[in-house]
């Protein structure tokens, strides 16, 4: 696969973009592509950050998702206004990055500076399967209708052992 990468804002390069954050990664960072830095309010409204970069994938069999950084998220609270961004094969124009504070109200801004990787991209394979069109299925499912909850929280194997039991049971003497 290969994908042509339009280089939007000439610090990139500078900042080490294009690059992974190790060798085996499977994100691209996304970098803060802006002039001063910006503070994040709690609970406010999501803004757009620009990426510098544009790109075009051209096969309909892969597609781009622009990912939270998890550390960003789960240390910081910052997070994706879309939850997921998706970059459609066809799409051409700007990358840019939906950013939002999830912190309560009045917890302190997130700080992000020119250049700071606030994002990944990663590209994944899809399907666009044929249709058919059915008045009722041809095979039958347990759940039916049943969705959002259905089948509740309780582990599926509500008889075997659970790892505490297992880790006694290592620990035990074989002798008694």
Known sequence: MKVELKILDARLP???F???GSRLA????????IDD?????????????SSGIALWIGDPEWCGLVLPRSGLGHRHGLVLGNAVGLIDADYEGPLLISLWNRNPPKSDPIRIEPGDRIAQLVFARIAR????LVSAFSVGGERQAGGFGSTGVASACR???SAATLIEREDADPTT
């Open 129 to 132: 399967p044929e249709f058919s």
């Open 26 to 33: 499977a994100g691209l960072d996304l970098h803060a592509c």
């Open 159 to 161: 008889d075997a052992p």
């Open 37 to 49: 830095a910006i503070e994040v309010t709690a609970q406010a409204s999501a803004m757009l950050i």
């Open 18 to 20: 294009p690059h992974y």
């Open 14 to 16: 500078g900042w080490g």
